[in-house]
């Protein structure tokens, strides 16, 4: 799916979209028209290695690598997707937001929203439509761990499966998380299919 939400009433070309809609906050996800809709319908879980922060420093921003602190190296992120048609082409195309909220004591340190993070024992109760926006809450502050990266993130020219982005700054990798990660993510895109 193309990151970025497109809802399917949109009636203009995708360059005339220049609304961020890669991100639905909690707090207006169920009023504001980009996502009532699906937010009512069209849930769907995203599952990622991890994401990154940025935090403002001295030396201008520094990203952060956000992932599972224990257990599984996959975080599930709640998410809504929507299909648009093209009027002119008759092209369909499917996309999707995650939704953020207000960080735990943890996030706040580097920066001031987080992904809503959901468990497994909670797809269910997300993917059903039964989950309200007054459940949709940051995880626990022990839930994660971050360490800084390279600011080579933020530059285009880096691959985006380059396993090196998730490199601590200090140069310690650990490449059996992130074969671990890379296997959590292949079961689980099997599984989807």
């Not at 602190?69 to 975080?75: A, H, N, Y």
């Not at 993917?127 to 080579?152: A, C, F, H, I, T």
């Amino acid at each position: 799916m193309r990151w970025g939400l497109v809802p399917y009433w949109w009636n203009k070309t995708l360059t005339e979209l220049r609304l961020a809609s890669f991100n639905a906050r909690v707090e207006t996800v169920a009023t504001k028209p980009f996502f009532r809709e699906p937010f009512k319908s069209k849930r769907c879980l995203m599952p990622v290695s991890g994401y990154y922060e940025w935090q403002e420093t001295l030396d201008g921003k520094q990203p952060y690598y956000f992932t599972a602190r224990d257990g599984p190296p996959v975080l599930t992120i709640a998410g809504l997707w929507d299909e648009w048609k093209n009027r002119e082409t008759g092209e369909r195309l499917k996309s999707c937001a995650m939704i953020i909220c207000e960080p735990n004591e943890f996030v706040a340190e580097v920066h001031n929203r987080m992904p809503v993070i959901l468990k497994p024992e909670q797809f269910d109760h997300w993917l059903s439509g039964n989950m309200s926006v007054g459940e949709l809450k940051p995880v626990e502050n022990d839930y994660l761990q971050r360490w800084p990266v390279s600011k080579r993130v933020n530059s285009s020219r880096a691959p985006d499966d380059d396993p090196m982005l998730i490199e601590r700054s200090d140069g310690v990798i650990d490449q059996s998380a992130i074969l671990a990660t890379m296997q959590a993510i292949s079961r689980r895109v099997e599984n989807v299919d």
